[in-house]
């Protein structure tokens, strides 16, 4: 009879963040590294800082060794769900040159309306500077 692999949320595995409960997912696999943290080579800050994500670029990007991989396999405790994960990120939408889009529009009069302040800011505050500077010279 096959063994049931239990299915965990990314929300879930989220939840396990502490030196006392730390759950890491690396390739779609959850991982309770809690007894290992003291063993580390790199320190449990490194694991601790990957808990709450998706911490397989943070793993591959070390370059871990055979061992290291064959050592992880014994902490497996599941498998990440992927019916519960987030949407997937959505799909650009290419507007031709003569083509405006009435929400793309709104979306940069938005992004105007709401970052005027700094520009007009740092030249207010450049013309006192000068003036300032400028007046000291004489």
Do not use: N
Request: aromatic residues 6%; contains cysteine.
């Amino acid at each position: 009879m096959p063994e049931l692999t239990k299915l965990y949320s990314m929300q879930e595995a989220s939840e396990h963040t502490s030196k006392e409960d730390c759950w890491i997912v690396i390739d779609g696999k959850v991982y309770d590294v809690s007894s290992y943290l003291d063993d580390h080579p790199g320190g449990d800050e490194v694991i601790l800082q990957a808990t709450g994500k998706d911490a397989t670029d943070d793993f591959e990007d070390i370059g871990h060794s055979q061992d290291a991989r064959d050592q992880l396999k014994t902490f497996c405790i599941g498998e990440l769900d992927t019916s519960t994960a987030p949407p997937a990120i959505p799909e650009l939408t290419i507007v031709s040159k003569g083509q405006t889009s009435s929400d793309t529009v709104k979306k940069l009069k938005d992004l105007t309306k709401q970052y005027w302040v700094v520009p007009v800011a740092v030249v207010g505050i450049s013309a006192v500077v000068g003036g300032i500077l400028y007046s000291r010279k004489k």
